[in-house]
């Protein structure tokens, strides 16, 4: 790591990691452990060990009836709004705290003969932080969702109403639980071989802090679009509408030819920061106000290209994420730009290289992160089941903060032996 303008030093890492993964006629079960071990060479006072985990099960307890659904995932996060969370756990300033989260999910389904499937489901999740000056942002989730859609027998129309109810219980005292509550009615009618026309109408009532006041939001919504197949390569779903917060949109569009694939995306979403750490996402929204009570409108533009020769595949990224935070007014925008080049050396052997570039800022004031990362690998089958790689990384971090700025350059080798 070298800081600009700063202290630089080699780090040694030792990383042991376990993955095992088991598929049954009723039951996965998913486990996935590190230990990451980090020796400075001249600033042993940074040395340490840091484990992540994720495991998840899924069972089908009642055939095709009753499920029972569960997660867990211990990890770091940076601390600070400035900072991008490094998927390597290497901070120029251990200025870090560990997340653990769970989720646990019965589910329930039921078809009505032909006529109608019945579902519904009950979710308890929990976030908890280690940083003693995050403990009160420490939360549970309880959620409740229940929909009945068209069953079998309707072909050239299709119904579906959605219930869902979520509320985020907050340790501090002081804090708004936030609860959001929506119900949703759609309906796809058949116009023609390849297209559908959506019909959405619903309600929604939530309440989360704004300014220090509770504050209800709610509001009835409606939305019309349609499903567009013009060929068997070509897919679109296009969706206006408008919901409490103001007019809204979605697209999906997705065409295939012979060697590509072309994906383009746009969505806008209201969620809490704790449903987003639940799910261990690891989001750039990293706004200065607390955790796990924001709520958040997220806008996610995405284009994805993906070509496939002989012997190379290459993938470009682009995505736009707008959030604005509900509860404070304040709004970031974050922009990726990445892509992966990989080539077959021969029937072992693989060269890969990718690229990525991110920018990120508020949409007020001048708090700002840009970052710059490059990779090489050089990939060889060794045997059947022992796969190794031997790769260099390259990061370049500039920040607002002037201590979060920092280039590594980074050499690996990683063995991965399957049993």
Same mark, same amino acid.
């Given at each position: 790591?070298?800081?600009?303008?700063?202290?630089?030093?080699?780090?040694?890492?030792?990383?042991?990691?376990?993955?095992?993964?088991?598929?049954?006629?009723?039951?996965?079960?998913?486990?996935?452990?590190?230990?990451?071990?980090?020796?400075?060479?001249?600033?042993?006072?940074?040395?340490?060990?840091?484990?992540?985990?994720?495991?998840?099960?899924?069972?089908?307890?009642?055939?095709?009836?009753?499920?029972?659904?569960?997660?867990?995932?211990?990890?770091?996060?940076?601390?600070?709004?400035?900072?991008?969370?490094?998927?390597?756990?290497?901070?120029?300033?251990?200025?870090?705290?560990?997340?653990?989260?769970?989720?646990?999910?019965?589910?329930?389904?039921?078809?009505?003969?032909?006529?109608?499937?019945?579902?519904?489901?009950?979710?308890?999740?929990?976030?908890?932080?280690?940083?003693?000056?995050?403990?009160?942002?420490?939360?549970?989730?309880?959620?409740?969702?229940?929909?009945?859609?068209?069953?079998?027998?309707?072909?050239?129309?299709?119904?579906?109403?959605?219930?869902?109810?979520?509320?985020?219980?907050?340790?501090?005292?002081?804090?708004?639980?936030?609860?959001?509550?929506?119900?949703?009615?759609?309906?796809?009618?058949?116009?023609?071989?390849?297209?559908?026309?959506?019909?959405?109408?619903?309600?929604?009532?939530?309440?989360?802090? $704004?300014?220090?006041?509770?504050?209800?939001?709610?509001?009835?919504?409606?939305?019309?679009?349609?499903?567009?197949?013009?060929?068997?390569?070509?897919?679109?779903?296009?969706?206006?509408?408008?919901?409490?917060?103001?007019?809204?949109?979605?697209?999906?569009?997705?065409?295939?030819?012979?060697?590509?694939?072309?994906?383009?995306?746009?969505?806008?979403?209201?969620?809490?920061?704790?449903?987003?750490? $639940?799910?261990?996402?690891?989001?750039?929204?990293?706004?200065?106000?607390?955790?796990?009570?924001?709520?958040?409108?997220?806008?996610?533009?995405?284009?994805?290209?993906?070509?496939?020769?002989?012997?190379?595949?290459?993938?470009?990224?682009?995505?736009?994420?707008?959030?604005?935070?509900?509860?404070?007014?304040?709004?970031?925008?974050?922009?990726?730009?990445?892509?992966?080049?990989?080539?077959?050396?021969?029937?072992?052997?693989?060269?890969?290289?990718?690229?990525?570039?991110?920018?990120?800022?508020?949409?007020?004031?001048?708090?700002?992160?840009?970052?710059?990362?490059?990779?090489? $690998?050089?990939?060889?089958?060794?045997?059947?089941?022992?796969?190794?790689?031997?790769?260099?990384?390259?990061?370049?971090?500039?920040?607002?903060?002037?201590?979060?700025?920092?280039?590594?350059?980074?050499?690996?080798?990683?063995?991965?032996?399957?049993?």
């Amino acid at each position: 790591l070298n800081p600009h303008n700063r202290q630089d030093d080699f780090i040694l890492q030792v990383n042991p990691q376990l993955n095992v993964a088991t598929q049954g006629r009723r039951a996965n079960v998913v486990l996935d452990y590190q230990m990451q071990n980090l020796i400075f060479q001249d600033h042993a006072q940074y040395n340490d060990t840091k484990h992540q985990l994720a495991t998840g099960l899924g069972t089908e307890l009642v055939e095709r009836t009753l499920f029972f659904d569960a997660n867990a995932h211990y990890r770091q996060v940076a601390l600070s709004g400035n900072q991008i969370d490094d998927p390597l756990r290497l901070t120029a300033n251990n200025a870090e705290t560990d997340l653990f989260t769970y989720t646990l999910t019965p589910r329930l389904r039921r078809e009505v003969g032909s006529v109608a499937v019945f579902e519904a489901h009950y979710s308890r999740g929990n976030v908890h932080y280690s940083e003693t000056t995050l403990q009160n942002n420490n939360a549970t989730t309880d959620a409740v969702g229940a929909k009945i859609s068209s069953g079998r027998q309707f072909r050239r129309w299709q119904w579906l109403v959605n219930y869902q109810h979520t509320q985020n219980n907050i340790e501090e005292a002081n804090k708004v639980s936030p609860t959001l509550e929506r119900t949703l009615a759609e309906s796809k009618h058949k116009l023609t071989r390849k297209s559908m026309l959506i019909l959405r109408g619903g309600y929604e009532s939530n309440q989360y802090t $704004s300014q220090s006041l509770q504050q209800e939001n709610a509001g009835s919504e409606w939305g019309v679009g349609f499903d567009l197949t013009p060929s068997s390569r070509t897919l679109l779903h296009a969706l206006i509408g408008e919901r409490y917060f103001g007019q809204t949109q979605e697209v999906d569009l997705s065409h295939r030819t012979a060697r590509s694939l072309y994906t383009l995306s746009y969505h806008e979403a209201v969620t809490t920061r704790n449903q987003l750490e $639940s799910q261990a996402v690891i989001t750039l929204n990293q706004l200065p106000s607390s955790i796990t009570n924001d709520v958040l409108l997220n806008k996610t533009l995405a284009f994805k290209t993906t070509h496939q020769f002989r012997k190379t595949n290459i993938t470009f990224e682009i995505t736009r994420l707008d959030s604005d935070n509900l509860n404070s007014g304040i709004g970031e925008q974050s922009d990726i730009y990445g892509t992966t080049w990989r080539w077959q050396l021969n029937r072992r052997s693989d060269v890969e290289t990718k690229l990525k570039w991110i920018e990120r800022a508020l949409n007020s004031g001048s708090d700002y992160t840009d970052q710059a990362t490059a990779e090489v $690998s050089y990939i060889r089958k060794m045997q059947r089941q022992v796969e190794g790689r031997i790769f260099y990384a390259y990061l370049d971090q500039l920040s607002s903060t002037p201590l979060y700025d920092y280039h590594r350059n980074l050499v690996g080798i990683v063995v991965n032996i399957t049993f």
